[in-house]
Each structure stands twice: as C-alpha cells, then as structure tokens.
C-alpha cells in the first residue's frame, strides 16, 4: 500500500524546462492519488516544483531538511510539515522511516547519494520497499549502464540490480511502487 512516497530530486531545476515541469506533473498526480510528498524540504529546483504542486493540489507534504542547510537549501516556508533534523544521516533515516516507497529524479550528488543508500539498505535488507527510477530524457541511462556493468564484472548480483525499478512513464512507476509497497508491518525489516 502506497500512503507515502519518498522523492529524491535536486534543489537546482537542470539544463531542460522538462525536469521542473515533470516535477509538478508529479506532484499533481501525488495529490490526485492522496500520497503523502516526503522530499528534502527544499523550496528550491526540482524539489520546490515538486512541493508546490502536491500543495496547490490539496496534498500532503512532510519536507525534512538539516538544520545546517536551513540557510543554504532554502527550507519551503509554506510546509506545515517541515521536520529539522541535525545531519544528511539523520535526513535520511526519516525520510526512509516515513514513506512506503521511494522514486528518484534527476538530481545531483545529494540525489545520487540518497538513491544508492535507499538500494544499500535494500539490498541489506534494511528495508523492505520499492525503489522506482524516473529515467526523465534518458538522464539515468548511464547509472543503469554502471550497473549493468557492475553485474558484468560480479560486483553485484543480478538480483540486487532487479531492486532498481527504472522508467519513463510516471503513471506506470507510480502503479508499479504501489503494488510492490509492503504492507505496514512488513516496512523495516
């Protein structure tokens, strides 16, 4: 059951208007399907697309953001959700605590780290939920290759690349997440 999805996406809005817009159309379809946004807390790039358009939407949204960074990321002022922790570690820990699934976009380091550490820990079997890629203008097609690659050269088993759900369509990721989602009891393993 998908209740709430955790997004990863950048605080910078990118090279192409594709990445704000999708942004927005996703936080849209969030709301439509009355899925909790738990993000960065950002009201910056992608992020605050994304945050902006689940809110004027009539969605949820819980933005969890380090206190060092209140400053620097710009913290969405318009969230009656916004959670201040006291490091990226502690960031991440409740965003995994708090959502069913996660779905990344296009992003920076912060985005690529968060990514691989929801996979980390589902390959540790930290947790138990999907992890979806939106593949928005191919930008995830070279990670994927890595990780074809990584298979390849037996530094990672087949069955821990099958954790990465990729896509471009954001309706058939969201149907997929939802599906694949644990039942509550069954979020952390």
Known sequence: MLTALCVYCGSNSGASSVYVES???LGRELA???IRLVYGGSDRGTMGALADAVLSAGG??????PSGYLENEAAHR???????????H???AL???LCDAFLTMPGGF??????????????LRIHAKPVGLWNINGFFDPFLAQLDLAVREG????EHRALVQPGHDMNALLDHLALAAPKPEAKWL
Do not use: H, N, P, Y
Not at 60 to 65: A, E, L, N, Q, Y
Not at 78 to 88: C, E, K, Q
């Open 90 to 92: 502690e960031r991440k």
């Open 110 to 123: 912060g985005t690529f780290d968060e990514l691989c550490e929801a996979l980390s820990w589902a390959q």
């Open 155 to 158: 530094f990672l088993k087949r």
């Open 78 to 88: 318009g969230l009656a959700d916004l959670r201040v922790v006291g490091s990226m």
């Open 32 to 34: 439509r399907r009355g």
């Open 60 to 65: 949820r949204v819980t933005g969890i953001i």
């Open 23 to 25: 942004a927005a159309a």
């Open 95 to 97: 965003m995994t605590e």
